[in-house]
């Protein structure tokens, strides 16, 4: 049974920073493209970050949040992680980590002063 887990989420002030992180069981990370969507209230899931498999590990950003996220993974602990520095109020919205048709339950991520 595979299943994801992410975590990480909170409120933080506008150009703060969070590390969200998406713990994996019945599947292994390092060989999958691994993507982390967000959906903001009254909006459409987008597409935020992908790093695709161990062999060429690509990363992707959406242009919202380049230079500002990082996904990255680590095999050992079978965890794909999403660092957001410089957070802005319009970053707020619940997180989800994906690989293939599995989905996590989400962490929510709220900016606000």
């Known amino acids: 049974q595979v299943k994801l887990v992410e975590s990480g989420g909170g409120l933080v002030q506008p150009g703060g920073s969070l590390r969200l992180s998406c713990a994996a069981s019945?599947?292994?990370?390092?060989?999958?493209?691994v993507n982390w969507y967000r959906q903001a209230p009254a909006k459409e899931r987008e597409l935020v970050a992908s790093?695709?498999?161990?062999?060429?590990?690509?990363?992707n950003y959406a242009d919202s949040v380049k230079g500002r996220f990082t996904i990255s993974r680590d095999n050992a602990k079978n965890t794909v992680y999403l660092q957001m520095n410089t957070l802005k109020p319009e970053d707020t919205a619940v997180y989800y980590c994906?690989?293939?048709?599995?989905w996590g339950q989400g962490t929510l991520v709220t900016v606000s002063a």
């Open positions: 790093i695709t498999d161990i062999n060429d590990a690509i990363t």
């Open positions: 019945g599947i292994f990370l390092s060989i999958k493209t």
């Open positions: 994906n690989v293939y048709t599995y």
